[in-house]
């Protein structure tokens, strides 16, 4: 059984960064697009970032250059968020794949099989 489990939200003022983790287990598809999604009070829930089992990464045009999408060798997924804004505020998920994906690989609802619960980020300005 796949498990997805975020950690690393909180609070920081705007311009500062955090690292979001997401430990997966039970995860064991060698080929795989995993991705960050995130849900503001109010809105709809959007793609920030994902990234592929060759490595390939996507970003949403709000966040290019400022948080990167990175994965380790246990298939653990992580988001660094540098130069946060107010309007990164959010309910940030980890999702992941089934046993096949659409290529090429992005933070779209259709990819995902498995999400996590979730984990909160407030940025302060």
């Known amino acids: 059984q796949v498990h997805l489990v975020e950690s690393g939200g909180g609070s920081v003022q705007a311009g500062g960064s955090l690292r979001l983790s997401c430990a997966a287990s039970?995860?064991?598809?060698?080929?795989?697009?995993m991705a960050w999604f995130r849900q503001a009070a109010g809105k709809e829930r959007e793609g920030v970032a994902a990234?592929?089992?060759?490595?390939?990464t996507s970003f949403a045009d709000s966040v290019k250059g400022r948080f990167t999408i990175s994965q380790d060798n246990n298939k653990n997924l992580y988001l660094q968020m540098n130069s946060l804004k107010p309007e990164d505020t959010a309910m940030y998920y980890c999702?992941?794949?089934?046993?096949?994906?659409?290529?090429?690989?992005?933070?779209?609802?259709?990819?995902?099989?498995?999400w996590g619960q979730g984990t909160q980020v407030t940025v302060s300005s």
């Open positions: 039970g995860y064991k598809y060698s080929s795989y697009c």
């Open positions: 999702a992941a794949s089934g046993g096949w994906w659409y290529s090429p690989c992005r933070a779209q609802s259709r990819q995902v099989t498995y």
């Open positions: 990234i592929d089992s060759d490595g390939t």
